[in-house]
């Protein structure tokens, strides 16, 4: 498989409205990312609130996104679940909808052995037929997936990279040390993002790039030319916003800065909720600082 999930990739919000999902808005975002420079896009994933959507509602925001990027950019589709034959029925249709790979989260609640997750991910990868991006986000899903199992995993060829949300820089560094230059690794979280990349992570699926695309984008082609000093200062500059958008659990704030941004409401599903006054007061502080890289109604 030689699809490239190397860059800055947003993990996308899922816009609502009353009565649904806002699937026009979600087309429109997807195409401003793509023309603000993103190299791929992911739907369904954490950020898109995916454990609140219908399953009708989890394959037609996948080929929607698919419709939206029209082949520009590679979709990595977010269809993991708790329940093997779930994850299996998500992968095929994404497969059919045209996505270019699958991003697969451990299996969250049943906190399943190291050989259940290689088996799970095996036999999701190989129903669907295409490249699979792990993702270990222990935090959320009560498991995590060692390094020694990744490497394991890292084998099939099928299974071609980790996006790695554990906060541990130390297993990452294992995790790249045991893969090899071949795997990608990719970071989760926008604040360990050039950490990552020095250490040899291939990029970041990103929370924070659904708002502010540009200087993520700006960040990793710095890196990537080398740019060292000129990264590390613009990492720095980002960092105040990347922890922002995580004073309350994502996607509470990233949906209400996008709502502050007048394109899709910035509504979340229960049991995610509005964020408190002093965190909302803190978001359109950023909101006003950072305006000018934010989608605008009609852009």
Same mark, same amino acid.
């Given at each position: 498989m030689t699809v490239n999930f190397r860059g800055v990739i947003p993990a996308l919000v899922t816009p609502f409205t009353d009565n649904g999902v806002d699937y026009p808005a979600l087309r429109a975002h997807v195409d401003w990312l793509i023309k603000a420079g993103v190299n791929a896009v992911v739907p369904c994933g954490t950020t898109g609130e995916s454990p609140t959507l219908t399953n009708e509602e989890h394959n037609r925001v996948v080929t929607e996104t #698919? %419709? @939206? *990027?029209? =082949?520009? /950019?590679? #979709?990595? *589709? =977010? !269809? =993991?679940?708790?329940?093997?034959? %779930? $994850? /299996?029925?998500?992968? &095929?249709? $994404?497969? &059919?909808?045209? $996505?270019?790979? +699958? +991003? +697969?989260v451990s299996p969250y609640y049943n906190k399943p052995t190291q050989e259940g997750l290689y088996r799970h991910f095996v036999t999701v990868a190989e129903a669907a037929g295409l490249p699979v991006i792990l993702y270990n986000i222990p935090s959320r899903c009560g498991v995590n997936i060692l390094p020694? !199992? #990744? @490497? &394991? +995993?890292?084998?099939? %060829?099928l299974i071609v990279g980790v996006k790695e949300a554990t906060g541990d820089l130390n297993q990452m560094i294992r995790t790249i040390e045991l893969c090899g230059p071949g795997f990608l690794v990719t970071c989760g979280d926008d604040g360990l993002s050039l950490p990552l990349w020095s250490v040899g992570g291939g990029g970041v699926i990103s929370v924070a790039a659904n708002a502010i695309p540009g200087p993520i984008i700006a960040l990793w082609r710095e890196w990537e030319a080398g740019k060292v000093a000129e990264a590390r200062k613009a990492f720095f500059d980002l960092l105040p916003f990347f922890k922002a958008i995580f004073l309350e659990t994502n996607p509470i704030p990233i949906k209400f800065l996008m709502g502050l941004s007048g394109v899709m409401s910035g509504r979340t599903r229960l049991p995610m909720c509005p964020p408190s006054a002093p965190v909302q007061q803190t978001l359109k502080d950023f909101y006003q600082k950072w305006s000018a890289h934010f989608p605008a109604p009609g852009k």
């Open positions: #698919v %419709e @939206a *990027a029209a =082949g520009r /950019i590679p #979709v990595l *589709a =977010g !269809t =993991g679940s708790n329940s093997t034959a %779930e $994850a /299996i029925d998500m992968s &095929k249709h $994404a497969q &059919k909808a045209g $996505a270019s790979g +699958l +991003l +697969l020694e !199992t #990744v @490497a &394991k +995993l890292a084998e099939h %060829e």
